[in-house]
């Protein structure tokens, strides 16, 4: 159905690949990328031809929306695709079960509540569609519904406000990391969150989902910058004062970060922003062990200097991805401030590495004072080159059985944890695919116990399945509950991890959080499947 | 009743002011307190006597425990009074007009069960207590319940647990401020949240009402050092685990934080604790003008520096506590680690004073490296004496209008909002009482606002009430509410702040918590009348 007003329009996304369709591999990368792996794992690879939208045959529509309502509607192959976000394994091949029967692009917050009012009195599912970049199925449509309706909030995509003395932007909930950061930048702010999936993300779903940034220690968490939230649930608008800080009663912002779609659909939050930094000192400090790395990288966090960065890759991992010796852990400082010269805590943090076994040559500290980066040469550079996510994947609609998990745990039990979480992951992909490889870095750091986050990589070997690489990730998970652990830190509940989820919640809070949800999604069409079910 | 079996005991707590019988002040006291303010007001002022707990005419207890629980709980006039925190001008004339029926001392998990399960079952309202020192009436039993049972928690007293490594302990929710410092630094740790109740105020009343420490800027809400927390509800136990982060939905022990006892009752929460500081650092800026301070205030907050203390006190409070010309404003700013000499820090912070017309002499930014106090001398230190509580209220029972009011508001909306906050209580005061002074200083400092706490009292006249009283802090709170702010930024909501937590919440997130709350508390019995009314 084509519309007949006219929307504010994006680049294109790609329904089978993270990032936009002028990134994807064309078929001549895709030919050299299958004689590189068939090389690499002396196999035959077959990659498979990428879908092309005209061809995908989708499940028609199953409701059709009142005339006011579909002029903000779409029906189309490409929408419903890119919307569906379910086995990528299979959608690359072109096979999308469960699209939605309908995305909406509300432009207003009238729009916007006239689509929710309409499948609140149907009962069709609700599903809230920042980016789509979740990877714990957080916004793939439900199974069991006879109506399912994606509301993309792309049309939301305006900083409003910006409150200079405060350091505070109102700031709709549908932009986009990039288009938020081309907002603020010409006014000398920044929000910066940089979550990894930044350029296929947006504020809302960072809110919803209580994102990780990249700074690794102190204020890091989207949770952490949400001064206050506006969310339209099936019952009405819940809006929260703007308070620098409050002792009234549990917070009821921190009711809707974290809730995923479940309770409302936010639309705009007053977000705390900051000077873009201009002094940046950076370090990499390489440890002889893996243990000598974190006991250094848990007596920095202590001494709370707040480093931006304190990342520390495993040996494995510094080598793969820095350059290093494969013996030696890498741990990657820095600091940044709008307004201080940063040598005096990059020192400090220095002489603890030091301390504790890690080798750092005085000509390796870098500082700079307008604004430059630091840390783009050496092995904290290769690292980052490697880490920033290109938006192209040559590779992808292979079975394959590998990905990442990522959990916290306090210090005390670290060591017998990362112990135990390893032999799981090693065991399962020993049975998967008669072995692989295990890595693990820091993400973020707190002073009682760091952020890890395991990436694995199965043996190549044809026929490798979907449940294949569940049968991997589920040891990992299981490892992480059982030895008290979270199921996520900052990748989210969705979809994915709801079995894990509903092990390590208070049983209690659940209950409470459902009353919670029933008062303000009577109908219960509001992401139905995550977080809960009634 | 006299119980059977022993109790922990703990020095008796004054039945009609903030601290300890054996500070209470002595008759002589009194009488020469009556003389000084007789010739301050240059009125004949009458002290009322101290209450004597023996004449004490109470209404008799209305239930009756069966007998297991009787063994743990009392009803002499002692405990009656102590735990009644009512109307304190009535109080200290011998009026206790609503204590609780009993005042239960369980020793165990299991008792706290057996009590909580039969006051849900007789519909009993039940009142948490941890110290009793709420200003805000959040443990005064409740009107219009045929049965009020008192639930103080001064047998759960213990630190469980020290973890060295993630620098966390498992600490029992009753026990006071200073008792709990006591079983830490033994080990060279400490909890580090002071706020000014400290001496009379226990663990799991900071958690359930979200108290505010003495640090300045970031970490300093009882809200950051909570790692995990155990709650008993009358649904059953809800135990969250031990996480330094996670991002799997919203947080559960942000809902039992700043519950204010309407859940349940915390029995022990794993909190993160520190080293004890070692290094120090203070200065004491002098502005010529309030608007200099708080503009200097804001920008060494911005920086993010992180002072342990960034106190601006007003021009008349730092010539009344600090001793300073009452033209000048005073910025206190302190730092302090376990590991880093802070001269870095404090330079910093007083160039920025200095920047905006701070006056800092060299010689008075202070240092120590072995743990020794800074900031005891000049005005830092004047400042200090004044703040500290000293447990003696030699002029009680007189009626007088002061008191103080809190909140927090952006920077943007700060200088007109602290306008309309003066001129508001100072219009109340001269209705009420012909006159009176206001000032204010900050407690807390963040990015994007201060909070400020108001601090006013009127002209002393003979005859005025609770309700004078009332009146002039209702045009405080009043002011708040509608210029922005919160009714309390570190007061919790208790009952007296109840009407304008009202107006600042979201009306749904009322809804959705009081859906929670019907859901753990089926019989509504928890703190009754707080926060919420079924």
């Known amino acids: 159905m084509a519309t007949q007003i006219p929307f504010k329009t994006h680049p294109r996304r790609s329904i089978w690949m993270f990032g936009v369709e002028a990134d994807e591999p064309t078929p001549a990368q895709r030919t050299e990328q299958?004689?590189?792996?068939?090389?690499?794992?002396?196999?035959?690879?077959?990659?498979?031809p990428i879908p092309r939208t005209e061809d995908?045959?989708?499940?028609?529509?199953?409701?059709?929306?009142?005339?006011?309502?579909?002029?903000?509607?779409?029906?189309?192959?490409?929408?419903?695709?890119?919307?569906?976000?379910?086995?990528?394994?299979?959608?690359i091949r072109g096979e999308f079960e469960n699209p939605p029967d309908l995305v909406a692009h509300p432009r207003t917050e009238q729009e916007l509540e006239a689509i929710v009012e309409w499948c609140s009195d149907k009962g069709y599912a609700v599903v809230p569609y920042g980016g789509g970049s979740s990877s714990a199925n957080g916004v793939t449509p439900p199974d069991g519904w006879d109506g399912i309706v994606t509301v993309d909030m792309d049309q939301f995509d305006r900083v409003l406000e910006i409150d200079e003395t405060s350091r505070a932007a109102r700031i709709q909930a549908g932009v986009y990391g990039p288009h938020l950061e081309d907002q603020l930048r010409p006014h000398g702010y920044t929000l910066r969150h940089f979550p990894q999936s930044f350029a296929g993300s947006t504020l809302g779903g960072w809110v919803a989902t209580r994102s990780g940034g990249h700074f690794a220690t102190n204020h890091t968490h989207i949770d952490d910058f949400v001064e206050s939230t506006r969310m339209l649930t099936p019952s009405g608008w819940w809006e929260s004062r703007r308070l620098p800080g409050s002792g009234a009663g549990p917070s009821p912002d921190r009711m809707v970060i974290g809730s995923e779609g479940t309770l409302g659909i936010i639309t705009e939050a007053w977000m705390r922003i900051q000077r873009r930094p201009q002094f940046r000192a950076t370090a990499g400090a390489r440890f002889p062990s893996w243990?000598?790395?974190?006991?250094?990288?848990?007596?920095?966090?202590?001494?709370?200097?707040?480093?931006?960065?304190?990342?520390?890759?495993?040996?494995?991992?510094?080598?793969?991805?820095?350059?290093?010796?494969?013996?030696?852990?890498?741990l990657i400082i820095s600091f940044e401030s709008a307004d201080l010269a940063q040598d005096w805590p990059i020192r400090q943090a220095v002489e603890i590495a030091r301390a504790n076994g890690g080798i750092v040559d005085d000509a390796d500290i870098l500082t700079s004072s307008g604004g430059e980066p630091t840390g783009r040469g050496g092995a904290v550079g290769t690292w980052r080159d490697a880490f920033i996510p290109r938006g192209t994947d040559a590779a992808a609609g292979i079975g394959t059985v590998g990905g990442t998990v990522e959990t916290s745990i306090t210090w005390e039990r670290w060591p017998e944890f990362d112990r135990r979480v390893r032999a799981a992951l090693h065991a399962a992909l020993d049975e998967v695919c008669g072995g692989g490889t295990v890595n693990c870095r820091f993400t973020h750091v707190y002073t009682d116990g760091p952020a890890p986050y395991y990436t694995y990589a199965g043996r190549y070997r044809e026929g490798l399945t979907a449940e294949d690489a569940y049968a991997v990730r589920k040891a990992g998970l299981d490892?992480?509950?059982?030895?008290?652990?979270?199921?996520?830190?900052?990748?989210?509940?969705?979809?994915?991890?709801?079995?894990?989820?509903?092990r390590q919640r208070p049983e209690l809070f659940a209950r409470a959080l459902r009353a919670a949800k029933r008062e303000v999604d009577p109908n219960w069409v509001m992401n139905p499947g995550v977080l809960l079910d009634p």
Chains 1, 2 share one sequence.
């Open 479 to 502: 490892a992480f509950i059982e030895h008290g652990g979270t199921v996520t830190h900052h990748h989210a509940v969705g979809r994915l991890h709801r079995p894990w989820y509903d």
């Open 291 to 330: 243990e000598q790395g974190y006991e250094a990288t848990r007596q920095i966090v202590q001494a709370k200097l707040w480093p931006a960065n304190l990342r520390l890759l495993d040996p494995e991992l510094a080598q793969g991805s820095a350059g290093l010796d494969g013996e030696h852990a890498l």
């Open 34 to 48: 299958e004689r590189r792996l068939s090389e690499r794992w002396a196999t035959r690879v077959a990659l498979p």
């Open 56 to 91: 995908l045959k989708l499940r028609a529509p199953r409701i059709k929306p009142p005339a006011a309502l579909a002029e903000f509607c779409r029906t189309d192959n490409y929408e419903r695709a890119l919307h569906t976000k379910g086995d990528r394994l299979k959608e």
